[in-house]
């Protein structure tokens, strides 16, 4: 990945999972996205995490975005898509937000008016179903609390799920 990174042109737009790698389950460590991000700063790459799995790789909402917290730390350069529709079980409901991280108030206005223009003509009023179940979890401390259990219950299952793939490849003989 590092040598792929390196290869690339300058500049380019690099698409990252931020945890909870899909289908494999395999993230970098902290050490590697180190230094994924010295590549990343070294090329001027502009790093697109996806982000539709946060809380599924480890149970724990920060320590899944540790390596966005990472990035936005150390590089101005980043555009991050965070979807709703798996973490909270809202397929279908198109819910979740789009942040870019700018360099100054003035690259933050042109950035916002091109997103207005691009979404303008897709749709004048987004869904806001899924929306509004989001705020009334988030908006309510019992039932954030619930909803951080079962991503831990459901990271542990995923878990669970991979280490016995592993197990009855290797049973059958795969290396």
Known sequence: MLEDLNKADNESIVVLHSCA?????QDPTMKQWEQILEVIKKKNHLAAFDSAYQGFASGNLATDAASI???EK???RIVLFQSFAKNFGLYGER????NVVCSSENE???VQSRLKAVARPMYSNPPIHGARIVDIVLGDKELTASWHADLVHMSDRMTSMRKGLVEKLKNQGST
């Open 108 to 110: 933050a206005k042109i």
């Open 74 to 76: 150390h590089t101005d």
């Open 21 to 25: 790698h899909n289908p494999t389950g």
């Open 69 to 71: 917290r990472l990035f």
């Open 95 to 98: 819910c979740g937000n789009l």
